[in-house]
């Protein structure tokens, strides 16, 4: 594709992002990230990774699209703001990290991604895409800083200087040459380290890394076993997801609430008074979290994680 073509492509990539919703779009090259495959492994090495050992596998394919689309040239990155200052009603309640609010994020912007590929594909035929939201094993938040879309804070979030840091990314994958952003080179945390200091388990390390076995927001998502007893205490009722190091993010400040009705809190949700939660049936929980990204945790950790966050809720 010739010079003119690609750049007049990717204008009209973005403006359909735009369209679609998307509060982001960066473009990037595609091409393996061996310093991120380093600091990867050594994250692995060291055993931050907790009990996702699965990322110590073909650590390789994490790093280089090539690996996911064969003969991949360009990497479109999306970003969906969720942040809402409206929250659950009652405050000694179990809670729920904001991303979790609505319907399943997954579901919400792979269907908007899709719009982009059909976009894409009706200007472009040769054209040959793969489109996912955290459900490949690629580095998003790498990619996202390829793209422009911002630093990776010292929390390891990617934040936008006019965004902050609670957004959804979203990513594209393609055999053609587009127009390129420029990946974000600065930091721009400065001296701040106000998500280390205040993160509850010490989960946040020096480097920029998290240690998966401190995290809350894993141990009450991913994590298979028992939350640690040194760990319980300081939960202070989240039983799905942290936002704390967001919370106190000085770029999350003046965080505009999302526009995406899907994103939006039910509200049987909002109004839950903590008997609710306590005596909530798996039926119930099928029901109210059907659509969300509840329901990954299924019934009984969840229950676990709610009766343990119970005890310590102030």
Known sequence: MNASRSNSISQQI?????????????????????????????????GMNGGMGYLERSIEKRVNPDFLLPG?????????????????VEKDVPILSRYAFGKDYHDVIIKKLDQIIDFINDRVVEA????????????EKAWAVEAGLGWQGRHSIVIND??????????IILNIELEYDSPYKTNRCG??????????????????????????????IENRGPIPEEIIPKIGGRVYGCDKCQE??????????????????SEEIRQMKIEEWLNLTRDQFDRIFKNSPVKRRKYEPFMSSVKIASKFIS
């Open 14 to 46: 973005k403006k359909k992002a735009s369209e679609l919703g998307f509060d982001l779009c960066g473009i990037a090259p595609s091409h393996p990230l061996p310093e991120r495959e380093k600091i990867l492994r050594d994250w692995c090495k060291r």
């Open 72 to 88: 991949a040239k360009s990497v479109i990155v999306t970003g969906s703001n969720y942040y809402t200052s409206d929250n659950q």
């Open 128 to 139: 040959e895409c793969l489109s996912f939201v955290d459900s490949e094993p690629l580095l």
């Open 162 to 171: 006019k965004l902050g840091s609670f957004f959804f990314i979203g990513i």
């Open 191 to 220: 001296n701040c380290r106000l998500c280390i200091d205040l993160c509850p388990t010490g989960a946040i390390n020096e480097d920029g890394t998290i240690d998966a076995r401190k995290c809350i927001a894993n141990l009450t």
């Open 248 to 265: 106190v993010c000085p770029w999350n400040k003046k965080a505009k609430s999302h526009s995406t009705a899907e994103f939006e809190l």
